[in-house]
């Protein structure tokens, strides 16, 4: 709900500690840049329900202030919800916007409310619970309804200032009072993640106003609609009262190395023992098995931001790039160092997640940075013209080699400083570009040869070759100059079928680019090797 973000004091002490950038990994296979939208005016908001359909884009939802107060009565006023449902066509950048003043209360205040779970879902936009005021009980709730909007028929009305309340159907279900957390699909399964029940006025101690309940899990279930009747069935819970006691987190699609489609759960708030975030992702696969991966712990964005994924089909990495929002980390590129702020700042930086086919997880502060404490609660929205497999995950493989717009990051948290500054809703639309580099060339994907990486890359003093292999044989493994002339021989003997590394010391030789071959009698693979 607007960040829930806890502000422990004035006059806390902050924990601060430094940390050299270069153990967070190497570059992804691309670079990104950021270029704002001059042309567009739009109503800043964050914490919406968003869909699109072609070159509209439909807000329903959020807030139009910042950051929400910590006084009693200041917490998420009336006057800042978002009491419009607003369209945007990008391609004339012009805006239109409808009033959920025409609908009945108790249609309209869940349509108000603040950090709903939300998909798209074919032609509907479907809205889940969220937090706001109850026009009728009088009070703040997190609401049990959910909302279907039909996406193109909404846009038309909004667009031709037609009446909104044919677009929209509502049912009520308990297993929906959720606020603060996501709501995925994988298959046919639907999957409501974390979040909790906040009643009242949010207030911070010593007069707290409020009941809070973490729902500690994942509701799956599957929705049956009929264009007219909607209802849930085959619910199940997925409870973990301890790591999934978390809400105002990233949730995102991701594509596992077999190809199979799943969710990551990346952070969240709050730790039942201190005010800190969770730092283990959790992956949530098709049929509802979850795994939280303990061996590694997230260093930047923990809180709810714009979320880019992107996957290579070749190496079976995963990349998921969190667009500035706020951080138990903050990077100071004048120094190269990350320092740990337990007050968990507003940050600009924009870091990629890598998860590699072989389980590895490492992540990268990008040489780019947002202009200005931007990202937390907003929006990526994906340039569907390009590749992208179904979930909407970026297909890096078959991107052109050159500059392209991948897609624009909206709405969100706009600060002045990383504590206690203040805050406005964002009104600027950025475009988000994606160049491609550092690809794997010599490229075969049905080579004997699979899952080919190289970590750490770039290598200071030596690095690991990762290949699997569909079928057992000889294998040679060479170092080569960016000419292709060979002059290190790393291996050249018989491997057995399934996963592989090799060492390879890079110790003497020069900074530069350099290939790494792996050649068998059933295929190829080059991958480029950076030593500094």
Request: hydrophobic residues 40%.
């Amino acid at each position: 709900m607007n960040k829930f973000k806890k502000i422990i004091c004035l006059f806390s002490i902050v924990f601060i500690s430094l940390k050299a950038l270069a153990q967070y990994g190497a570059m992804p296979p691309f670079t990104i840049s950021i270029e704002p939208v001059t042309t567009a005016n739009i109503q800043g908001i964050h914490s919406f329900a968003f869909a699109q359909s072609g070159d509209k884009w439909l807000f329903i939802g959020g807030r139009t202030n910042g950051l929400h107060g910590i006084n009693s009565n200041d917490g998420f006023p009336s006057e800042f919800k978002n009491d419009n449902v607003i369209v945007v066509d990008t391609g004339s950048w012009t805006y239109y916007s409808a009033s959920l003043n025409q609908l009945p209360w108790n249609i309209a205040d869940p349509m108000r409310s603040t950090n709903m779970q939300y998909i798209q879902d074919g032609s509907y936009l479907y809205m889940a619970g969220g937090f706001g005021y109850d026009s009728i009980a009088d009070m703040y709730v997190t609401f049990s309804t959910l909302t279907a909007v039909h996406i193109d028929n909404m846009i038309n009305a909004v667009m031709n200032a037609q009446p909104i309340s044919s677009t929209i159907r509502q049912i009520i279900d308990t297993n929906l009072t959720v606020c603060g957390g996501e709501l995925g699909k994988i298959g046919n399964d639907f999957y409501l993640c974390f979040g909790h029940n906040f009643r009242g006025t949010y207030a911070d101690p010593p007069i707290p106003i409020f009941t809070q309940v973490y729902a500690d899990k994942i509701t799956k279930f599957n929705l049956n609609d009929n264009g007219t009747a909607m209802s849930l069935s085959n619910i199940s819970y997925l409870v973990d009262t301890n790591n999934f006691h978390r809400r105002d987190l990233n949730v995102g699609p991701i594509i596992k190395p077999n190809g199979s489609m799943a969710l990551e759960a990346y952070g969240g708030v709050f730790k039942k023992d201190r005010n800190l975030p969770f730092l283990e992702p959790i992956t949530i696969s098709a049929g509802g098995t979850t795994s939280v991966n303990f061996s590694y712990q997230q260093v930047m964005s923990h809180y709810t931001c714009a979320n880019i994924p992107v996957y290579d089909s070749v190496t079976g990495n995963m990349y998921s790039t969190f667009l500035g929002g706020i951080s138990l980390n903050d990077y100071n590129p004048s120094t190269g160092l990350v320092a740990m702020d337990t007050l968990v700042p507003f940050i600009k930086d924009v870091t990629t997640m890598t998860t590699y086919a072989n389980g590895v997880v490492e992540e990268k502060v990008l040489p780019v940075q947002l202009p200005g404490l931007l990202g937390s609660n907003a929006k990526f929205i994906l340039n569907k013209n390009i590749p992208h497999y179904s979930n909407e995950v970026i297909r890096i493989r078959d991107l052109p080699n050159t500059r392209i717009l991948v897609g624009y990051m909206f709405g969100g948290i706009r600060a002045n400083q990383g504590n206690f500054g203040a805050s406005a809703a964002n009104d600027t639309i950025y475009r988000i570009f994606i160049t491609p580099s550092n690809i794997a060339i010599g490229i075969d994907e049905l080579s004997d040869i699979q899952n080919s990486v190289l970590y750490p890359n770039p290598s200071v003093h030596s690095s690991t070759l990762f290949f699997s292999l569909k079928n057992p044989g000889k294998v040679h493994v060479a170092l080569t100059d960016i000419t292709g002339k060979e002059f290190l021989v790393i291996a050249d003997n018989e491997f057995s079928k399934g996963n592989q590394s090799v060492q390879i010391n890079t110790t003497g030789l020069s900074a530069g680019i350099y290939f790494c071959s792996i050649e068998s009698a059933g295929g190829k693979k080059v991958l480029k090797l950076v030593v500094r």
